[in-house]
């Protein structure tokens, strides 16, 4: 009878939400705020006199990200892909408007920021995801011509527009998330390899150059060595540092010493380096396996869209994983110096009102995604 029952009530779910995706993201939320309390304890208590300030405050954005995202996802991703121009544009406007002198907010030396009525807005981390909702849109449309030299060019010039916006910020890694997008998204929808292949290397030839030409970025090409140059490597060798002192068990929950005004960021770009110093390896794979299981479920699912004729959402499902799970790969390659000091964040685990409402954005889309895909299935099964 009991069994019968959990059968009637997963029914009822089914057509509305994935159960083991949506048990999936609350554990990656939970485990999230679980960290950066730990990690921003010191700091808060430091800055406001308030131990758990950024938690609270972190709380505030899922509420707020919550709150906006009930009303999204009663759009329908066929309303996404007829309005993707729209999107596009619209964010496009504000990567402008940051620009604009007196309009936008410099912090270290960066200006990527809007403020509005006292909350800070990173245009960034929006145009970075509408950006795949157009590209999404744009490979359905002319998925039958992408081989088309003509065809393939308009990714790379709206990217190229894209990059040269966010170079003048400057912000090199938003550039290098939306190159690597366009060219995996490219490749799932079967463009010519000679065109990928010349996409790559005139992409290698000019991250090259803009790292030639910036003293600053190449100042990072320390990372092999940190602590040899400890002035320019500062972060990454705490971090380094913070990582190797977890070992296999970790030092506990909230024991790092390394957060206690050691490693800047700590709460932000290098939270990774504070959960492999408390949780040690045992941590760092878990943090890991649960961004597996997600893109394993995205690429699941737009696998089963492409399969029910749902193209633009089984490339918005595929483009979806690989964007939050390459953000967090690269973040976790910075924190262990596999890759130069870029300030990437940790989805769902760095502090940030921005980057925390996209993900939980682009989570949504995917629960859309799902319903769309489970009626056209039961369309298709009723034919």
Same mark, same amino acid.
């Given at each position: 009878?009991? #069994?019968?029952?959990?059968?009637?009530?997963?029914?009822?779910?089914?057509?509305?939400?994935?159960?083991?995706?949506?048990?999936?993201?609350?554990?990656?939320?939970?485990?999230?705020?679980?960290? +950066?309390?730990?990690?921003?304890?010191?700091?808060?208590?430091?800055?406001?006199? &308030?131990?758990?300030?950024?938690?609270?405050?972190?709380?505030?954005?899922?509420?707020?990200?919550?709150?906006?995202?009930?009303?999204?996802?009663?759009?329908?991703?066929?309303?996404?892909?007829?309005?993707?121009?729209?999107?596009?544009?619209?964010?496009?406007?504000?990567?402008?408007?940051?620009? $604009?002198?007196?309009?936008?907010?410099?912090?270290?030396?960066?200006?990527?920021?809007?403020?509005?009525?006292?909350?800070?807005?990173?245009?960034?981390?929006?145009?970075?995801?509408?950006?795949?909702?157009?590209?999404?849109?744009?490979?359905?449309?002319?998925?039958?011509?992408?081989?088309?030299?003509?065809?393939?060019?308009?990714?790379?010039?709206?990217?190229?527009?894209?990059?040269?916006?966010?170079?003048?910020?400057?912000?090199?890694?938003?550039?290098?998330?939306?190159?690597?997008?366009?060219? $995996?998204?490219?490749?799932?929808?079967?463009?010519?390899?000679?065109?990928?292949?010349?996409?790559?290397?005139?992409?290698?030839?000019?991250?090259?150059?803009?790292?030639?030409?910036?003293?600053?970025?190449?100042?990072?090409?320390?990372?092999? &060595?940190?602590?040899?140059?400890?002035?320019?490597?500062?972060?990454?060798?705490?971090?380094?540092?913070?990582?190797?002192?977890?070992? +296999?068990?970790?030092?506990?929950?909230?024991?790092?010493?390394?957060?206690?005004?050691?490693?800047?960021?700590?709460?932000?770009?290098?939270?990774?380096?504070?959960?492999? &110093? &408390?949780?040690?390896?045992?941590?760092?794979?878990?943090?890991?396996?649960?961004?597996?299981?997600?893109?394993?479920?995205?690429?699941?699912?737009?696998? #089963?869209?492409?399969? !029910?004729?749902?193209?633009?959402?089984?490339?918005?499902?595929?483009?979806?994983?690989?964007?939050?799970?390459?953000?967090?790969?690269?973040?976790?390659?910075?924190?262990?110096?596999?890759?130069?000091?870029?300030?990437? !964040?940790?989805?769902?685990?760095?502090?940030?009102?921005?980057?925390?409402? !996209?993900?939980?954005?682009?989570?949504?889309?995917?629960?859309?995604?799902?319903?769309?895909?489970?009626?056209?299935?039961?369309?298709?099964?009723?034919?």
């Amino acid at each position: 009878m009991r #069994k019968k029952s959990k059968d009637n009530l997963s029914n009822i779910i089914k057509p509305f939400f994935d159960i083991s995706f949506l048990f999936l993201i609350v554990t990656i939320i939970l485990f999230g705020l679980l960290i +950066l309390t730990t990690a921003s304890i010191d700091l808060s208590y430091k800055n406001f006199n &308030e131990p758990f300030y950024y938690t609270v405050k972190q709380l505030i954005h899922l509420l707020i990200s919550i709150f906006i995202c009930y009303f999204f996802i009663h759009i329908s991703t066929e309303n996404l892909k007829i309005n993707y121009k729209i999107f596009f544009l619209f964010f496009l406007f504000f990567l402008f408007l940051v620009l $604009i002198p007196g309009v936008g907010k410099t912090v270290n030396n960066s200006t990527r920021w809007l403020s509005f009525f006292g909350l800070n807005m990173q245009p960034a981390e929006f145009f970075k995801l509408f950006y795949i909702i157009w590209l999404c849109a744009y490979l359905d449309y002319n998925k039958k011509t992408i081989h088309q030299l003509k065809v393939f060019i308009v990714p790379i010039l709206i990217f190229s527009i894209s990059a040269f916006l966010l170079l003048l910020q400057p912000d090199f890694g938003s550039t290098a998330v939306i190159f690597l997008m366009t060219f $995996i998204m490219l490749y799932i929808a079967k463009a010519k390899v000679i065109h990928l292949a010349s996409m790559l290397f005139y992409g290698l030839l000019g991250a090259t150059i803009l790292i030639l030409i910036s003293s600053e970025r190449l100042s990072r090409l320390n990372f092999l &060595e940190p602590c040899k140059d400890y002035d320019n490597a500062y972060h990454l060798c705490w971090s380094l540092m913070a990582i190797g002192s977890g070992g +296999l068990l970790g030092k506990g929950l909230g024991a790092s010493t390394t957060k206690l005004s050691y490693l800047p960021e700590a709460h932000t770009d290098f939270i990774f380096a504070i959960l492999a &110093e &408390e949780l040690g390896i045992f941590g760092v794979f878990f943090i890991v396996f649960l961004f597996y299981l997600f893109i394993k479920k995205c690429f699941f699912l737009g696998d #089963k869209a492409l399969r !029910v004729g749902l193209v633009f959402q089984g490339y918005l499902s595929y483009a979806i994983g690989i964007f939050i799970t390459s953000q967090a790969l690269l973040n976790i390659s910075v924190n262990l110096g596999i890759m130069p000091t870029k300030g990437l !964040v940790l989805p769902f685990f760095s502090y940030g009102g921005s980057n925390y409402l !996209v993900s939980i954005l682009s989570i949504t889309i995917i629960l859309r995604i799902y319903r769309d895909v489970y009626k056209q299935s039961i369309n298709s099964s009723l034919r």
